[in-house]
């Protein structure tokens, strides 16, 4: 039997309208569906968990009872994105990451966002993520963020929203490609029915941007990992082997006459862009974290005398900070000179007196986010703060904001319940 949960209408539900009908998008999949037994639909997705489980693809969840090591999901309903949609979203998101950039490159130097007093200033300056060392430090092709995350949901209204922007060590990436390869094993004809698009070529695109970002002719590039235990290691050295490059931790890098070599068996070898999966904080022990055993002594004089390519930057967290996101809208207008395609999730700022009233008024409305300083990263979300209600709700200290959504309610893309 097939049971269609209908969409309730506080979200959209991508198959299905309000009425019940296919979208015009679906209809050749629900042909297909119709016609397949169900039976071998549930077989598939069990053999698609089992090989996903040999082969290793799997994540880290901290701070659950259940257990660390999860399986990546994988679904037998694909989600479809018509043409016209995906090319809108990729278009707003081009011109987002370009502004990012020219944000990322402006605050390292001219600060003329800041002189404008579009952005307050100690929101940026007194930021956690916000690296003064990068000051003044030109880049090749003034590239900070050589990857992008882009988080991303739909509204009820059909539109798509940005929920947050990653450009510190975006993951996630493999498991969209491998949950890619396997629908693709399991289920041939879906693909012969439609024009889909490919991705297997990402580390291909990886490899060629990474190369670019060097001023070498014929660059070394390598990942860098914390190592096996970190959450993302499948990640890592998936696409290490994809790109046909070294996968290293910092004991396998050492520092010499301005240069980072990488010891390999035939002997010290040149490093000239580390694709690195390690946040700021632990990348240098003589500069950041002294107790850090996953950084190299070192690293980051040589990367500001332009001896090495990191992807991504020093520094490129500030612009992905909670505090941040409400800007992103005037930095496209600003460094552009266009309307952003792409709209943010309504946001209020706790630090402003109107909108904390607001806030604390509507606060069963809310996600609460609240924004790294100089003293340190803490972070509520909504189960937290609806069990404490608005007396429960911290003060916000004068030069702190928190985030908050009002959804309304977007959520990550929900299909029928099919069973």
């Given amino acids: 039997m097939i049971k269609i949960t209908l969409p309730d209408g506080h979200y959209y539900d991508e198959m299905l309208t309000a009425q019940g009908e296919q979208r015009p998008h679906y209809n050749a999949w629900w042909q297909w569906f119709r016609n397949t ?14 090989l996903f489980h040999r082969i290793g693809i799997t994540f880290n969840v901290y701070g659950e009872d259940e257990g660390t090591e999860r399986l990546i999901p994988f679904d037998s309903v694909p989600r479809i994105i018509p043409a016209g949609e995906w090319q809108r979203i990729d278009r707003g998101i081009r011109q987002r990451v370009k502004a990012l950039n020219a944000f990322l490159y402006d605050i390292y130097h001219e600060q003329n966002i800041l002189r404008a007093g579009l952005i307050p200033a100690e929101q940026v300056l007194a930021n956690e993520q916000y690296q003064p060392c990068m000051q003044g430090i030109n880049l090749p092709n003034n590239t900070y963020a050589h990857i992008t995350g882009v988080d991303m949901v739909r509204n009820n209204d059909g539109q798509y929203y940005v929920l947050e922007d990653n450009l510190r060590t975006p993951s996630g990436v493999s498991y969209m490609l491998e949950n890619r390869k396997m629908m693709m094993r399991l289920y041939p004809e879906m693909f012969e029915q439609h024009h889909i698009a490919p991705v297997e070529r990402y580390p291909s695109y990886l490899l060629q941007t990474l190369r670019e970002s060097s001023l070498v002719d014929d660059p070394c590039v390598v990942v860098m990992t914390p190592g096996r235990f970190n959450s993302a290691y499948f990640e890592h050295s998936f696409l290490a082997q994809q790109m046909g490059v070294e996968l290293v931790e910092s004991a396998d890098l050492f520092i010499k006459n301005g240069a980072v070599y990488m010891r390999t068996t035939e002997g010290p ?73 792409l709209s943010n999730i309504p946001t209020w700022q706790c630090r402003k007196a109107e909108d904390l009233r607001y806030v604390l008024s509507n606060l069963e409305l809310m996600v609460v986010k609240e924004v790294p300083w100089r003293r340190g990263l803490r972070h509520a979300g909504r189960p937290a703060f609806h069990q404490r209600g608005a007396g429960g709700l911290p003060p916000a200290p004068a030069g702190q904001s928190g985030q908050l959504y009002r959804p309304g309610h977007p959520r990550a893309v929900d299909l029928p319940h099919l069973r």
């Fill in 37 to 50: 037994d169900q039976f071998s639909i549930r077989q598939k997705k069990a053999q698609a968990e089992l």
């Fill in 269 to 341: 070898r040149r490093v000239d862009v580390i694709y690195r999966r390690i946040d700021d904080a632990w990348l240098d022990p003589l500069a950041f974290r002294a107790d850090s055993m996953l950084g190299v002594p070192g690293l980051l004089s040589v990367y500001r005398a332009g001896g090495v390519v990191l992807a991504n930057a020093i520094g490129t967290g500030v612009a992905d900070d909670k505090s941040i996101y409400p800007y992103v809208p005037e930095m496209i207008r600003f460094y552009l000179g266009e309307q952003p395609i």
